[in-house]
């Protein structure tokens, strides 16, 4: 049996992408064991994938860290890998991981980096030698994600009516500039409201200002404040006509569930727009403000009339 690691840390819509990536790797080898480097957070989610073996935390902690760093290097080493599909694709993957690795794996192993297209096959020469590298091309490894396996607690979708509008006015508290106004937000909740519509809102502490002013905005407003788990997602999204929601994880979550979502997005994003099969992307000219509610709503309209609403 080969024993594979794959290595994703994070973030949250990046890892929901390299879902897609997983499942073809395990299709080319269906036959493996498998073991997924991540952070923790992202453990219950690949658990739900019924793939992997084992995991290795890493949680990104300094070099200078020796008890964390000797942990990775040991439950790598242990690991005994035939291949490793790297994922994240960043200095700390692609340069110290994969040079530490040809230090301490036991046998020859190949290093793919599924981004970049790189195929390095490295031969051992000692357990202790830094073993021979060479290059061969790679193949593309892109499927598009499918969520249709994971599932949440949903512990208070009993407060929920049976389709509404998912709105998600969050992201991480540090990207301000990536939230939409609050003030949009609530002319959206208006105009679904005039068409006998209720928008269900979602998020945590980190958003709720900008979540309880816009459920105070009307009464067709359904606040979810810390009432619903991160792998709810998919299933809020399923039962949605439509979802709407800022440059954040749950976002790419709902995306890939397989419904209608679009997602507003900075005048700088690169490349971080979504990809589910019925997404649309909306990018600003500049300040994310710069996107009006006429626009979100000429691509929402659509899905409603679609649903008959």
Request: charged share 20%; proline share 5%; glycine share 8%.
């Amino acid at each position: 049996m080969k024993k594979i690691l794959i290595i994703k840390l994070g973030a949250l819509g990046d890892f929901m992408i390299a879902i897609g990536f997983m499942r073809t790797i395990q299709a080319k080898h269906p036959d493996a064991e498998f073991t997924l480097m991540t952070g923790k957070p992202f453990v219950s989610i690949a658990k739900q994938m019924n793939m992997f073996s084992h995991y290795i935390i890493d949680d990104r902690q300094s070099w200078l860290n020796l008890p964390y760093l000797a942990r990775l290097i040991k439950e790598t080493s242990a690991g005994d890998f035939d291949y490793v599909y790297d994922i994240q694709a960043v200095n700390r993957t692609e340069k110290k991981y994969f040079a530490a690795l040809r230090l301490i794996a036991h046998k020859s192993f190949v290093w793919y980096n599924v981004y970049r297209r790189t195929e390095w096959h490295v031969e051992k020469k000692g357990r202790l030698g830094m073993g021979k590298v060479t290059e061969k091309p790679g193949v593309s490894y892109y499927q598009l994600t499918d969520l249709s396996f994971l599932h949440g607690p949903n512990k208070n979708f009993d407060l929920l009516p049976e389709r509404y509008v998912l709105l998600i006015p969050g992201c991480s508290a540090k990207n301000a500039h990536k939230r939409w106004p609050v003030a949009s937000y609530n002319e959206i909740v208006k105009r679904l409201g005039e068409r006998g519509i209720r928008s269900v809102v979602i998020g945590t502490n980190a958003e709720a200002a900008e979540i309880n002013a816009i459920c105070e905005s009307s009464e067709y407003a359904i606040n979810m404040l810390n009432k619903t788990a991160l792998l709810d997602v998919p299933d809020l999204a399923r039962r949605a006509y439509v979802v709407m929601g800022n440059d954040t994880g749950p976002t790419h979550m709902a995306s890939f569930s397989g419904v209608p979502t679009i997602g507003v997005y900075w005048s700088k994003v690169r490349y971080g727009h979504l990809k589910g099969p019925r997404s649309t992307s909306i990018v600003s000219p500049g300040s994310i403000s710069e996107i009006s509610v006429d626009e979100v709503w000429s691509h929402m309209l659509p899905f409603l009339e679609e649903a008959g609403v």
